[in-house]
């Protein structure tokens, strides 16, 4: 089926330990993103890209790192995990840079926790 | 600071009893107000984008309109398989185009 795809599902990290969380596409959608969302906190955006080879910083980008190889893959990497990045992260894509018309399609997220 | 306040947080409501969710925003130009239907455990899902104060959508018991302050989700005798969390998103000029602002959320419920 047609959508963003996000694994793992859940994972347990220990502070300090690295890891990446993968996100996949088969839009062909140029624009892709991570949120992560917080209880009492609405979705707040980490990076995001609008095209293979360009990334940029989003609101909370700190500890994380991306990569935009290709325009199906968008990979968001922990450093070094800190308990403060236990979240429920989401991948996001759209067809037009601005979301437009359709919006935005979301994978159904990985629950990270970090002890 | 661009800045999205969803009310209220949390709303429970009987089976055909109808009501509106608030989404009040202050943002430096609007782009583009989304709403979306999150379920538990999973990713939000599209339903409506509003472009200009006056501007209204349509999908099946639900309704969206936008002033230029704020907007309201009408849902009309909803059903249980209604309730979920409702969330509300800008898109300003300030932040770039590519960046969107989320509110809380209001989680419905409907009692059968």
């Known amino acids: 089926n047609a959508g963003v795809t996000q694994t793992p599902k859940f994972q347990v990290l220990k502070t300090g330990q690295s890891m990446t969380l993968q996100c996949a596409q088969d839009m062909n959608h140029e624009y892709m993103s991570w949120y992560r969302q917080d209880p009492g906190m609405g979705l707040r955006l980490i990076h995001y890209s609008v095209g293979a080879g360009i990334t940029d910083q989003g609101e909370v980008p700190n500890g994380y790192n991306v990569s935009r190889s290709t325009t199906e893959d968008f990979p968001l990497r922990l450093l070094s995990a800190a308990p403060s990045q236990t979240s429920v992260y989401f991948c996001?894509?759209?067809?037009?840079?601005?979301?437009?018309?359709?919006?935005?399609?979301f994978g159904s997220g990985t629950r990270l926790t970090v002890v | 600071e661009d800045q999205v306040t969803q009310s209220p947080e949390a709303l429970r409501l009987q089976e055909g009893e109808s009501s509106s969710l608030n989404c009040s925003y202050t943002v430096s130009g609007l782009r583009g107000l989304f709403w979306y239907r999150q379920d538990p455990g999973k990713g939000p899902e599209f339903l409506f984008t509003l472009y200009s104060a006056g501007e209204e959508k349509e999908k099946e018991r639900l309704k969206a309109t936008l002033t230029k302050k704020e907007s309201f989700l009408h849902i009309t005798a909803p059903k249980p398989e209604d309730s979920a969390t409702y969330l509300c998103a800008v898109q300003a000029d300030a932040q770039g185009a590519q960046k969107l602002v989320f509110g809380q959320g209001t989680r419905l419920t409907i009692n059968p």
């Open positions: 996001a894509s759209s067809y037009s840079t601005t979301g437009g018309a359709g919006g935005y399609t």
